[in-house]
């Protein structure tokens, strides 16, 4: 046996009294997991330790007495700690740099033995024994994935995380079902060794939005970053004039406090992608190729250059806890090509944020344009690697207005066909 698996995400009804206990959950599970970090990263003095059962053995009764948790939310904790150390010390092997992973995040992990799954609520355990939360249904849930995969009883609950987007100061269930599929009956339509694929691409800028999807989400603002590097830059270059041992210290404090902002900005810009990639129900994430990143830049990119890659790991940190694969593709020709109807020439780019076809006429957002190539050249990579008779599963790009596979099908979403073709359907 084997399964679809697919991510839905669905806002919960929290009894206002209860909110807290989810909070106080949420801060004693990232203790436990912070906890496993600090105690298994032990670079650059000796090796790290990478193995569960060791951490297990050496945090689990500590934590069950510095926490509320039911036993299920410490053991998860302490293993979101080791995954991410053992993805650190993966990244050191490779000789990239990086550094002891910190949780900070808003997210509890469950499974059956700390929640009970229902099709229209949930109950989750907290410090304060268990909640009840209705899920909040769209007055029309077909077609959508909620309908689709939530309230399908073909589908079965397996995990879920729990988010809170403090915005809207609501919460947010990432459930994880799977349908279970049998591959010794060959009249299953999806009884392929591959299954399907759908894949989020995401374009980086030095300018304007910091990240834009192939789903038409523009995320995060490089030219404010860009403005507050040079701020902080200017501060620092007055102080070091006086070369007082007051003012070293407050260059020293002014770069610790840009550096948390900059963090700070990476982590909201990495959770906003992994937003869109839920949403979509898409099983990768793909980046353009960050090798020599700087040499293709030149060198007066250097701070984007670290940008660009701390955003990449913070999305590859996150993807492990939502089954997302992350993958990077080669960026050649993807500011040149037509989305569209494939034309590649240097003329399609008009300037730096607009993009018109010479041969179809198709105009868009040039960095919306080089995402849905991003997402297109990945799909491909998928698509080659299936090795079924019958071609495999399905491979598609997230769209804004649905997904696109490579023989040009379109298939829309919850907003209408119409404005698929006007958006995304390539020409026939």
Known sequence: MTGIIRTVKVKLDVPTERCDDLHQTKDQFLHCANRAAD?????????CVTSYLEAHDALYHPLREETELVVNLVQKGIRRGIEATKAGVERLKNGDKTSQPHFKAWSILYDKRSATFHR???????????VECDYVIPREPDSTPIGNYLLNKEFEFRMATLQYDKSTESFY???????????SDSSTPQSTDAKHQTVLGVDLNVDGSLAVTSTGAFIGNADEMNHRRREFEKTRGSMQQSGTRSAHLAIQSISNREHR??????????????????????????????????????????????????????????????????????????????????????????S????????????????????????????????????????GAPSQCALASGTLNLNGDFNASSVSEEEGESTDKPMK
């Not at 105690?39 to 090796?47: I, K, L, M, N, Q």
Request: with cysteine; proline share 1%; aromatic share 10%.
């Open 120 to 130: 229209d609520r949930v109950s989750l355990a907290t410090v304060n024994g268990r």
């Open 352 to 391: 730096k944020h607009r993009f018109v076809c010479q041969k179809c006429e198709y105009e868009l957002n040039a960095d919306y344009n080089a995402s849905k190539n991003i997402a297109r050249k990945l799909v491909k990579q998928l698509h080659s690697g299936q090795t079924t008779s019958s071609g």
């Open 261 to 350: 902002w900059m963090q700070d900005q990476l982590h909201r810009a990495s959770n906003l992608i992994l937003e869109e990639a839920v949403t979509h129900g898409c099983t990768h994430i793909a980046f353009e190729n960050l090798t020599d990143i700087r040499t293709r830049m030149g060198g007066v990119k250097r701070f984007h250059a670290w940008a660009f890659r701390r955003l990449y790991q913070y999305v590859a940190f996150k993807t492990e806890v939502l089954n997302v694969g992350i993958r990077q593709v080669n960026p050649a020709y993807t500011s040149q090509r037509c989305s569209k109807c494939g034309f590649t020439h240097k003329s399609n780019r008009q």
């Open 39 to 47: 105690w298994a990263w032990r670079y650059p003095h000796d090796y």
């Open 173 to 183: 269930l990432h459930a994880r079902m799977m349908q279970a599929i049998d591959e």
